[in-house]
Nanobody, 111 residues
């Protein structure tokens, strides 16, 4: 399984970005996003079950929305009201008996 993430970039505080992550094969496993800021541990941002049930880190609730298109094997992360503390490399993942990771996409939020 290969995961291809895209959509990162530079945005001003208060702005929006949409991340996408396409998996090479069909998946009925949980998919989602982690992020890792410079000097910090990787943290879970959001995850979504195959049935569409989302889960969010407290820090992003109300600002980020995760969704998936099972027909396209793709998971999305809509990020609104971005803050400088959201700056990080975002990694998509697909769970299951083995966890697969995307290559990471950098999100930079300027103040």
């Amino acid at each position: 399984v290969q995961l291809q993430a895209s959509g990162g970039g530079l945005v001003q505080a208060g702005g929006s970005l949409r991340l996408s992550c396409a998996a090479s094969g069909s998946s009925f496993n949980v998919m989602g996003w982690y992020r890792q800021a410079l000097g910090k541990q990787r943290e879970l941002v959001a995850a979504i079950s195959s049935g569409g049930t989302p889960d969010y880190a407290d820090s992003v609730k109300g600002r980020f929305t995760i969704s998936r298109d099972n027909a396209k094997n793709t998971v999305y992360l809509q990020m609104n009201s971005l803050k400088p503390e959201d700056t990080a490399v975002y990694y998509c993942f697909q769970g299951g008996p083995r966890v697969y990771w995307g290559q990471g996409t950098l999100v930079t939020v300027s103040s």
